[in-house]
């Protein structure tokens, strides 16, 4: 099955700084890449998603990179600000058929330094 | 706001029992799928429906069975509870691949 590693586990930045959490996967056939931002007591919300014929994604003050080559995909987030604080989770499916079974990576924390 | 909601909020059970969470899918979505989420880890896939069938499964074990409704709601059972099922269970409805969560359904096995 999928494996997602997700790197790092906690991440503190100082307001206004960018933070980068990068994941690897293991399946090739995986084309589908979503991350997702889980707050304290809340279920993950989707902030943004790749797929796999696409290198970039950018939506705002965050973007997404897949190198499909060496099967890593990262999060950028810039000018961060104290509510970008929470667990961000990356995830990667197949995305066959109706199947889009999420392998989640194991989150990382995020904490933005006022 | 998803629009996926999600019944009970908490629920607290004791070791062997069994325990029946609900979840109603967004508007126009017709795959719910669920996970399981530990403390301190990412959720794990614990099975799908499409269209009232069972459409993927990942690993874990009969006891954990499900059901989805005409209107594409969707439970989770949970027979013969063990200390460690304590845990988050979330759902997440879809209609083209993209899964939206639910806030999820607080378990505590005691």
């Known amino acids: 099955g999928e494996n997602v590693e997700q790197h790092p586990s906690t991440l503190s930045v100082q307001e206004g700084d960018s933070a980068v959490i990068k994941c690897t996967y293991s399946d090739s056939a995986s084309n589908y890449f979503p991350w997702y931002k889980q707050e304290l007591g809340k279920g993950p919300q989707l902030i943004i998603d790749i797929r796999s014929n696409v290198g970039e994604k950018k939506d705002q003050r965050i973007a997404v990179t897949l190198n499909k080559t060496a099967k890593h995909f990262s999060l950028h987030i810039t000018e961060t600000q104290p509510e970008d604080s929470a667990v961000y989770f990356c995830a990667a499916s197949r995305g066959e058929s109706n199947d889009y079974k999420l392998s989640f990576g194991a989150g990382t924390t995020v904490t933005v330094r006022a | 706001e998803t629009g996926v909601t999600q019944s009970p909020t908490h629920l607290i059970k004791t070791r062997g029992q069994q325990v029946t969470l609900r979840c109603s899918s967004q508007?126009?979505?017709?795959?719910v799928s669920w996970y399981q989420q530990a403390l301190g880890q990412g959720p794990q896939f614990i099975f799908q429906?499409?269209?009232?069938?069972?459409?993927g499964r990942g690993n874990f074990p009969p006891r954990f069975s499900g059901l989805q409704f005409p209107n594409y709601s969707s439970e989770l059972n949970v027979n013969a509870l063990e200390l460690d099922d304590s845990a988050l269970y979330l759902c997440a409805s879809s209609s083209v691949g993209t899964q939206y969560f639910g806030p999820g359904t607080r378990l505590t096995v005691l």
């Open positions: 508007s126009g979505h017709n795959t």
């Open positions: 429906y499409y269209r009232e069938e069972e459409n």
